[in-house]
C-alpha cells in the first residue's frame, strides 16, 4: 500500500515600489513588488512550506532563515529545489500540489502557465502536477488594499 501526506503552506508578503514581483518563479510586469529577504515568492514560498509541512520539517525559516545573510536576494526556486531535494533523500515524490494567490492587481492568469511550467521543471514533475489558481480578496484585508499578496498551497506527498 502506497503511503500518502499531507502538508499546508501559507505566505504572506508587503507590497513596495523598490522590488519586483515574482510568483512561482516568474517575474510579472507590475509597479510593485514584494519585499522580504529573498526574492519573496510567496508562491514558492507556501509550496515549500506545505512540502515539509507534509513531512514533519518544520518550514523555510528553519532552513533558510532570514537572518542568514546567505539567502538575501535568494531566488526562491533554488531553496524549492533544495526542499524538494530533502523530501526525495526520504523517499518521498509529490503526487501534486495546490495552490491560490491572492492578489487584487496585478491579472495573474496569463501568467499562470508559466509559473506552473518552472514549478513543475524545478520540483521534476509534470506541469499537470501543479495547481495554480489566482483570485482577488474583493478589496477587503491587506491584499485587498494592496498593501501585500499572499498564497495558500497544499503538497500531497507518496511513497
Known amino acids: 500500500m502506497q503511503k ?13 515600489t523598490e522590488r519586483r514581483l515574482i510568483l512561482g518563479g516568474v517575474e510579472i510586469p507590475h509597479e510593485l513588488g514584494l519585499l522580504g ?22 518550514d523555510i525559516g528553519l532552513y533558510f532563515p532570514p537572518s542568514d545573510p546567505q539567502w ?4 526562491s526556486l533554488v531553496l524549492l529545489s533544495k526542499v524538494n531535494q530533502l523530501i526525495q533523500e526520504r523517499g518521498w515524490q509529490i503526487g501534486n500540489i495546490d495552490s491560490v ?18 514549478l513543475a521543471t524545478v ?15 474583493e478589496k477587503l484585508g491587506p491584499e485587498g488594499r494592496e498593501e501585500g499578496i499572499c498564497a495558500y498551497a497544499v503538497a500531497l506527498l507518496v511513497q
Open 4 to 16: 500518502i501526506r499531507i502538508g499546508n503552506g501559507y505566505d504572506i508578503h508587503q507590497l513596495t
Open 37 to 58: 529577504h529573498s526574492d519573496a515568492d510567496v508562491l514558492t514560498h507556501a509550496i515549500m512550506d506545505a512540502m515539509l509541512g507534509a513531512l514533519s520539517l518544520g
Open 72 to 75: 538575501k536576494g535568494a531566488d
Open 101 to 118: 494567490v491572492v492578489a487584487e492587481r496585478p491579472k495573474l492568469k496569463p501568467h499562470i502557465t508559466a509559473m506552473r511550467d518552472r
Open 123 to 137: 520540483l521534476q514533475v509534470e506541469p499537470e502536477q501543479i495547481g495554480i489558481k489566482a483570485t482577488t480578496n
